[in-house]
């Protein structure tokens, strides 16, 4: 870990398997450290403190929690070379991403630092003179969450943030590939004044076992979760049984849409940003091309002529832009569903090179048909399939036939196109004539399978409040 300069940073680790969690570099394949694992019995515990300190942390005013996110959010961006260099440690991204995930990460807290202060209710006319009718926000209490291992930071802070700002006390589980980072983040919360039972991040035995803790648990009101749609499915049916309220944020299958009217250049600006960005394994990436025949060829030619520029190795080199896939497996479903494209008659654009270890490289593939398992499926790696299309309605239906709708993508520079196109997608974000689209201040999540709540922007804090409705009678 000479890599780490702020030591305090992993004052959390714990020095053997006896007591942790080994976690290693997928790029080398390096042990990096252990993250401490905790009983069930303290994990119970834990739960319980949350609740009493959630007690006092909520009778706080919001201005003085906001004051200590606002600290929090500090400490990130002067820890941001650390936490990125961890980062890449343990999860892989080249630095120059895990440094803009630091940034996202923490704008979570300042953004809902500032939200804090506005969780308003409201005065409602009433329908008989002498009544008055007012609603208030309350936090639901302790709030719980389950995080991925591709967004280690910024996963945790779009929660923690909102939590925490509404007055809720918070228990998170991080992926047991990427968990030194959530430590991490924590530790600079405890350092910023945020007291340690408000803020608890936990391994357990498995995944499995957290999960059933945090669904089962009646001081648990809230669980988040941010992962495949298969666990979202169970974690939701678990929580339904003491009927907690849920966010999901689940699996993606985002169409990439370039149609004839599109300017081609910013077209493949964007497909290189949506698509490649933490080599292709976010769940708003780019997983599926659809383009105008008549641009087909000329999309085809620019975009791989970029994807040639790509530079895959590991992360904390210089230039580097494509880190490797997250595991052994990953690696075997993303080339199956390559091979199984090829087999039907896709064409790699440039030679399809097998690399070591967890490295992949990026390829695109051409003449892919909308049948093909690597359409319907999320590749979840640099792979581009691209479908060519002839008209609106075909290209509609076709973007439309999933189950999921998170993000999508279309460029057009034709206005009325812009406005029916943006209508028709059955999805809960669409960036029009951009790829990146995920920001803080502006509603992030899913509509059919691919969840439920909205994190970010003024939505995201009332997943953590409850609305009470009082109603004053007797008014003379
Ligand atoms: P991904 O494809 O991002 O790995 P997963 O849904 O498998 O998606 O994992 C996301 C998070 O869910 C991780 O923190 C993982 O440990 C956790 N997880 C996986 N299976 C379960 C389960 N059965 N119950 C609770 N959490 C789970």
């Known amino acids: 870990m000479q890599h780490i300069h702020n030591k305090s940073l992993l004052s959390f680790m714990v020095p053997n398997e006896k007591q942790g969690i080994a976690v290693t570099n997928p790029a080398t394949g390096e042990m990096i450290g252990y993250a401490p694992i905790s009983s069930e019995q303290s994990i119970l515990d834990g739960i319980e403190r949350a609740s009493i300190a959630q007690k006092e942390w909520s009778a706080m005013p919001a ?16 820890n ?3 936490l990125a260099r961890l980062m890449t440690l343990e999860q892989g991204k080249p630095l120059a991403e895990a440094q803009g995930e630091v940034v996202y990460g923490a704008s979570f807290i ?42 280690p930071i910024a996963m945790i802070t779009r929660k923690a943030g909102p939590a925490l700002a509404a007055g809720c006390s918070f228990v998170v589980k991080p992926s047991e590939s990427t968990p030194l980072s959530a430590f991490a983040v924590a530790e600079l919360a405890y350092q910023a004044g945020i007291p340690r039972d408000v803020l608890q991040v936990v391994l357990g035995e498995s995944s499995r076992q957290v999960g059933g803790i945090f669904t089962s648990h009646p001081l648990i009101r809230k669980v988040s979760f941010t992962g495949s749609t298969q666990v979202g499915s169970i974690l939701m049916q678990q929580s339904a049984h003491d009927v907690k309220r849920t966010s999901m944020e689940l699996g993606g299958n ?11 250049d910013e077209a493949v600006a964007g497909a290189m940003a949506s698509k490649f960005r933490n080599a292709g394994q976010t769940c708003v990436c780019a997983n599926r091309f659809y383009v105008h025949s008549k641009v ?6 620019k975009f791989d002529a970029a994807v040639q520029q790509l530079k895959v190795g590991n992360g904390l080199e210089e230039g580097v832009t494509i880190g490797p896939v997250v595991s052994e497996s990953a690696k075997q479903n993303i080339q199956a569903l390559i091979d199984g494209a090829v087999e039907q008659g896709a064409e790699p654009v440039s030679e399809l090179k097998a ?18 398992a690597i359409v319907s499926q999320e590749i979840f790696g640099p792979v581009a399939p691209i479908i060519r299309f002839e008209t609106d309605e075909e290209l509609i239906e076709m973007a439309n036939d999933t189950i999921y709708g998170l993000a999508s993508y279309f460029y057009s520079q034709n206005i009325h196109r812009v406005w029916k196109i943006a209508e028709a997608l059955e999805y809960g974000m669409v960036g029009i004539n951009e790829g990146l689209i995920s920001t803080e201040v502006a509603p992030f999540g899913g509509v059919k399978q691919s969840g439920i709540g909205r994190e970010g922007a003024k939505q995201g804090i009332d997943e953590y409040m409850d609305v009470k409705y009082l109603c004053f009678g007797g008014n003379k």
């Not at 201005?63 to 002067?78: N, T």
């Not at 087909?296 to 030619?301: G, I, P, Q």
């Open 63 to 78: 201005k003085s929690r906001a004051a200590l996110l606002h600290k929090w959010y500090q400490l990130l961006l002067e």
């Open 254 to 264: 985002a169409p990439f849409i370039v149609f004839d009217d599109a300017d081609i």
């Open 355 to 372: 690399l070591d270890g967890l490295f992949m490289q990026p390829v695109i593939l051409k003449n892919v048909t909308h049948d093909m």
């Open 80 to 82: 941001k070379q650390d």
């Open 110 to 151: 300042e953004w809902f630092a500032e939200e804090a202060k506005r969780t308003y209710g409201e005065t409602i006319p009433a329908p008989s003179a002498d009544k008055r009718l007012v609603t208030i926000k309350q936090p639901v209490g302790v709030a719980c969450a389950i995080t991925p291992w591709n967004f």
């Open 296 to 301: 087909y060829d000329e999309f085809v030619a």
